[in-house]
């Protein structure tokens, strides 16, 4: 199999999977075959560490790609184009390791149409891992779309008792965004083809990049492009179907939802938002850093007042992504480092909370923080799980939330578009708050004296959950100790992201009104293209 093919392989594979669970009869075959295909995705995706030279940027052309251009009339440069790069090796490794994962985590707690189920899941996979991989800008609008069905599916029909809400509330807000991005998409189609692909309507990320608009047209693009991803992300104030969701859906779709569906959007920010429409980034990116740190704060403080464990945990995620955001527009190595780096910690940290929570749910059939109290005596080995993920998640140092968080910070601090430290100040405390409502959270459900009689008898973990929860442990140990390594298959990439930004400003010249206008079709210097 030829080297680019695995791309494809990886994002078709679990449709294939999909297409096989839904022929199959028996319950035990279903899972296994669910199982079967997104174990042997995750060790074909490992491939992807071999054949990958972190050492190359954006700039220089996806690795591993592949290309069909005779999938659309020739009228069009529209085109089936997938790769890798350093933005996004880490997210599809990620997105690969957390299949399996999700399909043991469901092995007894999904008992409803569990064809229905595990067929959904393959498919929300595919979407995802195309998502990620997709360099044509139509192919990702194609691929971010198929994610909100299955998604939409899995919290309508498997969720808790406000599931239809949770489900339509996800739909139109995701919906919403995304047709604006479609509009955004087509205008920007057209205007880059005449500009830089001889009058053909053009998706092409790499040619797309190479057009410069004027500052006006940048503005209404980049917030047409932004408001779709700040959905997604989500980011304040557009965060409030997050926790809806996040407590309706079942277990696996809050681990799915919180590992990979919410990092769309903060990816999104940094493959699309920032290249395509560096002015308007830069000249909006105080605005956004306000609304992340708002969200950092708020996140942390509505937290730490939940009565119900996953819903405390949901906001916490719009506090830990408001970094993330925070670091991106920050337009610093440094920060954007950290960014790319916490989109995986947050990922594994914050996904292993929810998988430890719906074990609980399972034993207790309850997420009241009130109805716990003491397990720590009855439960000693998922009480060890719930420690480290949550101290991870806090920003322990030596572990992996730490790392993105001071990058970030750092970052932020020395830019010269954000570096405002009362700003900076102010997302510190998250930090802090951070600590505040997860230990708080874990003492009230694992310490203290048992209150309630059933927790005397709690079931500890078996060696399937076991298997579930030390992988994403070791992670967050290694990430946390050894992050270089990590860092390097990020770092070209985004250098090449904050270079192009520059180069596009840079070529943007200065008329009367003092406003910035597009010069015409941008050439990229050689080590950027």
């Known amino acids: 199999m030829p080297i680019g093919n695995i791309i494809s392989v990886l994002i078709f594979l679990p449709l294939v999977g999909a297409l096989i669970t839904m022929l199959l009869r028996s319950e035990s075959q279903i899972k296994w075959a669910a199982l079967i295909t997104t174990s042997v995705t995750f060790v074909l995706s490992l491939g992807l560490l071999w054949g990958f030279d972190p050492s190359l940027g954006t700039g220089t052309g996806p690795q591993m790609a592949e290309v069909y251009s005779s999938w659309f009339p020739d009228a069009f440069d529209i085109k089936y184009y997938v790769g890798v790069d350093g933005l996004n090796v880490l997210l599809i490794l990620l997105t690969t390791l957390l299949g399996p994962i999700l399909v043991l985590s469901s092995w007894t707690y999904i008992k409803k149409a569990p064809r229905g189920y595990y067929t959904l899941m393959l498919i929300l996979q595919t979407g995802i891992t195309g998502v990620f991989c997709s360099y044509d800008v139509f192919l990702f609008y194609i691929f971010f779309e198929l994610t909100l069905i299955p998604m939409y599916f899995i919290i309508g029909i498997w969720g808790g008792e406000d599931r239809i809400y949770a489900a339509v509330k996800f739909v139109l807000y995701t919906l919403v965004g995304s047709l604006l991005m479609l509009v955004g998409i087509l205008y920007l189609g057209n205007a880059a083809g005449d500009a830089v692909n001889g009058g053909v309507f053009t998706t092409d990320w790499y040619k797309i990049v190479q057009y410069n608009p004027d500052a006006s047209t940048q503005t209404w693009l980049f917030f047409l492009f932004a408001f779709s991803f700040a959905i997604k992300v989500p980011l304040f104030p557009l965060h409030t179907w997050l926790p809806d969701a996040h407590v309706q859906a079942p277990s696996g779709g809050s681990v799915v939802l919180a590992g990979v569906l919410l990092k769309m959007g903060t990816y999104g920010l940094v493959r699309f938002c920032l290249p395509f429409f560096p002015y308007a980034s830069q000249k909006y990116a105080m605005l956004i850093a306000i609304l992340a740190v708002i969200g950092v704060i708020y996140g942390a403080l509505v937290s730490r007042v939940q009565p119900d464990a996953k819903k405390l945990v949901a906001y916490s995620s719009v506090s830990h992504l408001g ?148 992988p994403l442990a070791v992670l967050m140990l290694v990430l946390g100790l050894a992050p270089s390594k990590f860092l390097q298959m990020s770092e070209a990439s985004t250098e090449s992201i904050i270079q192009i930004v520059d180069s596009k400003i ?24």
């Open 506 to 529: 840079s070529a943007m010249t200065e008329f009367e009104s003092g406003e910035p206008v597009a010069v015409g079709a941008l050439s990229i210097d050689s080590d950027q293209q």
């Open 323 to 470: 970094f993330v955001v925070l670091g991106i527009f920050a337009f610093t190595t440094e920060a954007m480092q950290g960014a790319m780096i916490q989109m995986i910690n947050h990922g594994i940290s914050t996904g292993a909370l929810f998988l430890i929570l719906g074990m609980m749910y399972e034993r207790r059939h309850t997420r009241m923080m009130d109805d716990f109290g003491g397990i720590a005596k009855s439960v000693p080995i998922l009480t060890f799980f719930m420690v480290f993920s949550v101290l991870a998640s806090a920003g322990l140092p030596g572990l992996n939330g730490f790392v993105g968080e001071f990058l970030i910070l750092v970052g932020s601090f020395k830019s010269d578009v954000i570096g405002n430290p009362f700003l900076i100040a102010a997302a510190t405390t998250g930090v802090i708050l951070a600590a505040v409502y997860l230990l708080w959270m874990l003492h009230k459900t694992f310490f203290g004296p048992i209150t309630n009689e059933a927790n005397r008898t709690m079931v500890d973990l078996n060696w399937r959950e076991i298997g579930l929860l030390a």
